[in-house]
């Protein structure tokens, strides 16, 4: 939140007549503001378990339903709060991600990255982590029917798949290299303290692939790392 000051005359002027107990109902909250010396926090800030957590989400719930009036809504905000959701602020760095890898988000691992420039400084945002989140959110009923189907839309896989559990070191390694082609013998990654040999993997995968014997979802998965581009040259120059 930008800084505030004391000054009136930026306050948002209300009509009095209007307010009905609203000056009442969120005194704490006014007082929890001004308490705030540099006010660079403001109620915002408040987390949902604090005594004026209740208080913010009903505010929230009223504000969906059109219960608060235009002049209530602009005190609010003065003071820090934001009635954006934070599940479409997600949605937008999620459709960010995949607008700029021309993929859905099926195709998003618990590596993926999204790089993003915030007042002139390179983010990082781990978008692996977010969907990581949000698979257990819908485990806990945390999602609305709306959510879900919003995520649905965008190709979002809830349950994380055994390719990303079976392949983990050569996922990992694919991500860091940008791809898996030409892997040196011998080759091996460390990931969370195991250690394996990727080289042998992958060649187990390449061996599959030119039996017939590979599945789909594999052969897809793996498209993006290039593990099988000169076995496709190889096909097109059989055919």
């Given at each position: 939140m930008a800084n505030l000051t004391n000054d009136n005359s930026s306050k948002p002027k209300i009509d009095r007549g209007k307010v009905r107990d609203f000056d009442k109902r969120i005194s704490k909250l006014v007082s929890y503001f001004q308490a705030?010396?540099?006010?660079?926090?403001?109620?915002?800030?408040?987390?949902?378990?604090d005594e004026c957590g209740s208080l913010i989400r009903e505010l929230k719930r009223e504000y969906k339903l059109g219960k608060l009036l235009p002049e209530e809504i602009e005190l609010l905000e003065y003071m820090g709060l934001s009635f954006k959701s934070s599940f479409y602020e997600t949605v937008e760095l999620l459709k960010l991600w995949c607008t700029k890898n021309?993929?859905?988000l099926k195709y998003a691992n618990q590596y993926s990255k999204l790089e993003i420039e915030i007042d002139g400084e390179v983010v990082v945002i781990d978008i692996g982590n977010i969907i990581k989140k949000l698979r257990f959110a819908k485990r806990n009923g945390e999602l609305s029917s709306t959510q879900i189907k919003i995520l649905d839309m965008m190709e979002i896989i809830w349950e994380p798949r055994k390719v990303e559990v079976l392949y983990a070191h050569l996922i990992a390694y694919g991500e860091e290299c940008g791809t898996l082609q030409d892997i040196e013998p011998n080759t091996t990654y460390l990931l969370d303290g195991k250690s394996r040999n990727i080289f042998r993997q992958a060649e187990?995968?390449?061996?599959k692939y030119k039996n017939g014997t590979l599945n789909q979802e594999i052969k897809d998965y793996f498209d993006k790392y290039h593990l099988w581009d000169d076995l496709k040259q190889e096909e097109s120059f059989n055919m």
């Open positions: 705030q010396k540099d006010k660079t926090v403001g109620i915002g800030d408040i987390k949902q378990k021309k993929k859905s187990r995968l390449r061996l």
